[in-house]
């Protein structure tokens, strides 16, 4: 995981510090993934997951078209059998290819338990995902659920499509919205 802001002025595509927090993540997750298949023991392979988003505003006031008030959580899922100390010598492995890289210094191997949800599969450009939700919230209101995404509460993305690759229109990425029983 890695934490961050999008810059004033900026959005996710275009902030730098976005960009870096993502390029730390994939590395330290491509070194982690190459040096456990590589061990002596206990050695496995698996493939690195799709990255995951969680959003939030800083002032609580939520507008698709105001992208730089936004936080954001970036993740890869890891499997359970990695440990801290495959972590820290994946992290000092990395260091030493990249250098004195800030961003990668602010990865961290946490857990993350999200709980009960809602999702939905969201095809098209990030710009219509409102569209998605009120869906998703309206079968929240059928099953009488209350999303517990809100001032306080984090957006849930996992982007199975690469926007650098990927036709906006074809984008395919998962919404999932902490709930509770009404």
Known sequence: MIDGAIEKGSEPGKSPGFAAATQALYSLAYTLKFMIKKRKTNAFDYPVMPLEGLWSVTDGKFDITIKDNWDYTLMILTPDEVKQADFRNAAKLASEKKGDDLP?????????????????????????????????????????????????????????????????????????HPVKRA
């Open 104 to 176: 990668l210094q602010k990865v961290r191997l946490a857990k993350f338990k999200e709980g009960l949800c809602v999702q939905a599969t969201h095809l098209g450009p990030y710009a219509t995902e409102p569209q998605t939700i009120e869906r998703m919230q309206k079968f929240m209101t059928e099953k009488g659920l209350v999303d517990n995404v809100g001032p306080n509460g984090k957006h849930h993305e996992i982007y199975l499509s690469d926007p650098r690759r990927t036709a906006p229109a074809k984008l395919k990425t998962l919404l999932r």
